[in-house]
């Protein structure tokens, strides 16, 4: 038989590694108390476990004029330790984390008596820091997620091992991207008030923008936009470039309910479908008695076919006295005058849902 059609035995073997993982919050209070000191020194936690090994918090307030930087020190002396780690601020009251900086680490790092420790130099901008939610009374919160990696790994070309896929950082990076303005090629111009953002982005998202940007104002470089809040133009470009509407939690319920109001009409304004969607779940959310006859206007003003016909249930509720309640509410007055056709349209069906 020629060596050829020998059979070949085939074999595989896969390799899981084993981990450990902890997380350690580091309380800092006093942040305006530590400007100033000197670049070579740093703060640091109390010492936390993790993978059987202690580990620390090194904050360094001064690593330059610019940025706070952070770092994981190995405490176990005579070790040798793989992980993988995170740094990210934190918010007690809310429970929210700031974003993942870019260019994290991906791969573990060797820890060690030579390299005992591994961080970010520029971890945070300190005027983004002193800006932000995440500096509160004077205090920030500092997370750190380690993963030890456990055992000695195998070499890659004698087994078949799973690949960790991190989670897509998309929306971060866009996020980051409108932040910083970097190759920023249209500004607009709100009551006063100045935005940077990229024509192909807004094109790709919103029709009417790609209408407008390459077309009828392809020349223009500075747009002004009438008839909206600076606040409201911000929510709509964060959502343009994250699919996502931005935090209000310093906001009171009636003040949250009027923006989610006034970002429904801009989403119908420049046809962000997806945006308008998400609004009218938050509104369909907050019917109340004293709401739902302007809500229901302000669905039929800006085409919310799903939201218009919420409100119309809502009023035609079989609860009849909250029907009657809705009926002696200066929003229901204002609906008649304003619009007759719509109550026309509330009454009938009523009529046919008794029918039925």
């Not at 983004?128 to 195998?154: N, Q, W, Y």
């Not at 007759?340 to 849902?353: C, F, G, N, Y």
Request: hydrophobic fraction near 35%.
């Amino acid at each position: 038989m020629a060596a050829s059609h020998v059979p070949i035995t085939t074999t595989t073997s896969r390799c899981h590694p084993q981990t450990a993982r902890g997380r350690h919050l580091f309380e800092i209070p006093g942040y305006s108390l530590h400007k100033g000191l000197d670049t070579d020194k740093f703060i640091r936690s109390a010492t936390f476990t993790v993978g059987g090994y202690d580990w620390c918090i090194w904050y360094v307030p001064e690593e330059d004029d610019e940025y706070i930087a952070v770092y994981l020190v190995l405490v176990t002396t005579d070790a040798e330790v793989r992980a993988l780690f995170e740094f990210r601020l934190f918010d007690p009251l809310t429970g929210k984390s700031s974003r993942l900086r870019r260019g994290r680490n991906l791969k573990p790092e060797t820890f060690n008596g030579y390299n005992p420790s591994w961080g970010h130099e520029q971890f945070k901008k300190k005027r983004k820091l002193e800006a932000s939610k995440f500096l509160r009374d004077d205090r920030i919160v500092i997370k750190c997620d380690v993963t030890v990696i456990l055992g000695t790994p195998v070499p890659q070309s004698e087994i078949m091992c799973d690949i960790q896929v991190p989670p897509s950082n998309l929306a971060d990076d866009l996020a980051e991207l409108l932040e910083d303005e970097k190759r920023a090629d249209v500004i607009f111009k709100v009551k006063g008030e100045t935005f940077r953002a990229h024509k192909f982005v807004l094109a790709l998202r919103s029709p009417v923008f790609e209408a407008e940007l390459y077309g009828a104002m392809r020349e223009k470089k500075r747009i002004r936009v009438k008839g909206m809040q600076p606040a409201v133009f911000k929510a709509l470009l964060r959502f343009i470039y994250t699919d996502s509407l931005p935090d209000m939690d310093d906001l009171d319920g009636g003040e949250k309910e009027e923006m989610i109001k006034h970002l429904l009409v801009a989403a119908d304004r420049y046809a962000m479908e997806r945006m308008k969607l998400v609004c009218e779940s938050i509104l369909c959310k907050q019917l109340d008695v004293e709401s739902v006859a302007n809500t229901l206007t302000l669905a039929d003003q800006n085409h919310c076919t799903k939201l218009k016909d919420a409100c119309i249930e809502f009023i035609n509720s079989s609860d009849t006295k909250r029907t009657e309640d809705v009926l002696a509410t200066q929003g229901y007055e204002h609906l008649k005058r304003a619009c007759p056709t719509l109550v026309m349209d509330i009454w009938e069906r009523s009529a046919k849902s008794r029918k039925i």
